[in-house]
């Protein structure tokens, strides 16, 4: 199984709302991370996950809130967004490999309207 | 992290090798050279990465330069499934989770 499993898959949700993107990957992989990515721009780094704790937050408002249960599975929980934060939302997860350097596979990704 | 450089946009013929071109000029010793691609409306897919040496897998190959300055991804018989914007990246190899930041890629478009 190399799959990083996204849902849901499309999302609408108002402004006053409280919803949750989840993403689930049973490969193993220690490293979780989610990734906000605009039309026709490059998915950008939102937080990283190491061992389950969160190791790099990019300044993300706190309006988003990323959580990780167990090693499998990764959330990213949303209240009060705005509608600039309508976009495409990735997950991915990485391993190490032993020739060095690293794979990351991504989700087909969550897209999030807020009206 | 050292800063890449890319053409935004290329064509190709279907059934030509595809020759994707990326500067990495600030490159340091232990940092590698990824490529992932981006179909549209789906995630990213890695596609390969290297250090020194050349590397070849499935999906393509990868020439890097022996100042490791710049690179080239080479697509052999690319195919309309092919198109989509291509990503490179450099990034250092360290263990537990890593960085992958993405810049504004190459737009490929594989015509028939």
């Known amino acids: 199984d190399t799959e990083v499993t996204q849902t849901p898959k499309h999302l609408v949700m108002g402004m006053t709302n409280k919803k949750s993107l989840k993403c689930e990957q049973h490969?193993?992989?220690?490293?979780m991370y989610w990734y906000k990515q605009k039309a026709k721009k490059p998915p950008e780094l939102m937080f990283v996950?190491?061992?389950?704790?969160?190791?790099i937050n990019e300044s993300v408002p706190s309006r988003f809130s990323p959580e990780c249960p167990n090693s499998s599975l990764l959330n990213l929980h949303l209240h009060a967004l705005q509608p600039e934060d309508s976009a495409l939302y990735l997950c991915?997860?990485?391993?190490?490999?032993?020739?060095?350097?690293?794979?990351?596979?991504f989700g087909q990704g969550t897209r999030l309207t807020v009206v | 992290d050292a800063k890449t450089t890319q053409p935004t946009s290329m064509d190709c013929a279907e059934g030509r090798a595809a020759n994707l071109p990326c500067n990495h000029s600030?490159?340091?010793?232990?940092?590698?050279v990824y490529w992932y691609r981006q179909i549209h409306s789906q995630g990213p897919q890695y596609i390969i990465h290297?250090?020194?040496n050349n590397e070849t897998n499935e999906m393509a190959s990868l020439i890097i330069t022996e100042d490791r300055k710049s690179s080239t991804l080479i697509l052999p018989h690319a195919t309309l499934r092919d198109t989509a914007v291509y990503y490179c990246?450099?990034?250092?190899?360290?263990?537990?989770?890593?960085?992958?930041?993405f810049g504004q890629g190459t737009r490929l478009t594989i015509n028939p």
């Open positions: 991915a997860s990485s391993q190490f490999k032993p020739t060095g350097g690293y794979e990351a596979f």
């Open positions: 490969m193993g992989h220690r490293a």
């Open positions: 996950y190491s061992y389950e704790k969160l190791s």
């Open positions: 600030t490159i340091s010793g232990n940092e590698y």
């Open positions: 290297g250090l020194k």
């Open positions: 990246i450099v990034r250092t190899a360290l263990q537990g989770a890593q960085k992958l930041v």
